[in-house]
């Protein structure tokens, strides 16, 4: 292997794989729809070649992602490959499809798997209104059947002001059926999504989000679950609290916080994490679709690119790179793309610049 790839691969922890482009759903803000019309499915032989190669890197752990993953053939011989290698696998899943053989390797390596399951609402017809009807009662079948199996499961939630208002019923939905946890994150205005520009949340929307998190955490803490946490993909949330909140970041600096959000520097692109398309193809980032390389072949690897992502994300971009928050949050560059198609603005959902 090339050995400067082989460097910049070894030092990669986390790759996010989009194992299939296939879905049962037509979720209407389906953000990953627009890979596929860019990179290949291939087919199964192939994909073990994938697998192997990432067995002689230092990956620990794996994020499966669709697609639906449960469509990829023979995927749970995939997910025993990679267990057997030693690599953790979270699975994202849209929680229609498990299944009882699936179920039995949970059982066996629930250690090693980590199950996230879309759900944005504890009410059947706020749900289905974007996921499809009859989601919401899938999903419910298989969060009882993890339970029934002492599985352990999380919940992932896309928030939009369609469903902001239950965001605080969906914590408690998530705590009541026996979740880890639960992820919110906002939506991406990109794939099909480019068409739900009106439900994308503003300013008021995300101090509300904010505000309900920092909440909800506070009140299962006091429940006595502090396990259970109320994560959020949003990046500017800690400078939010440090600013609302009059604090400094070690007054803050709590386990429970530590443990619920992010206090480093958000985006690690080519530093940490890189994302897969099911060819093997890797990009920076799921929203920046400029190929960096392919896993099968080294050789392919483009290093000036590499540089220039790495650097985009350790010294962020455009009002980021200047803001006071810059080292624990950095924003998200993949939001400057997305809205101006281009990298050198700041994160376009913040409003909470400050030099
Ligand atoms: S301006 Fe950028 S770095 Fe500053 S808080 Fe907002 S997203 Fe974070
Ligand atoms: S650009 Fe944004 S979405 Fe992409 S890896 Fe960085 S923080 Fe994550």
Known sequence: MHEKIYDFLKNIKYITWVVTFRCNLNCSYCSNVYLSKLFKEINYGIKLEIVEKLSNLNIKEIGITGGEPFL?????????????????????????????QFVNLLAKEKDYIDIIISLDAPL?????????????????????????HEIPFSIASVVTKTNLNYVDSLCDFAYNIGSKGI?????????????????????????????????KNIQYMFNGRNDFKVKTTIPFIVPYILKKYNKQLEQINTTRIKETFNLEKYCGMCISKIYMMPDGTILPCLYIPDPIGNI???KLFIKKKIIYYRQVARESIGKCRFCKFQKICGGCPAMSYIYYMDLNHGDPRCWLFER
Request: hydrophobic share 40%; with cysteine.
């Open 72 to 100: 990829c053939n023979q995927f749970t011989e995939i997910v025993k490959r990679l267990i057997d290698y030693g690599i953790r696998v979270g699975i994202n899943t849209n929680g229609t499809l498990i299944k009882e």
């Open 296 to 298: 099968l072949n080294t």
């Open 183 to 215: 992820v919110l994150t906002d939506l991406i205005p990109v794939g099909r999504a480019k068409n739900l520009k009106d439900i994308i949340l503003n300013k008021k929307d995300y101090e509300r989000l904010f505000e309900i998190i920092i909440k």
């Open 124 to 148: 059947e017809y706020i749900n289905d209104v974007f996921r499809g009807r009859g989601t919401f009662k899938k999903v419910l079948r298989t969060l009882k059947l993890l339970k029934k």
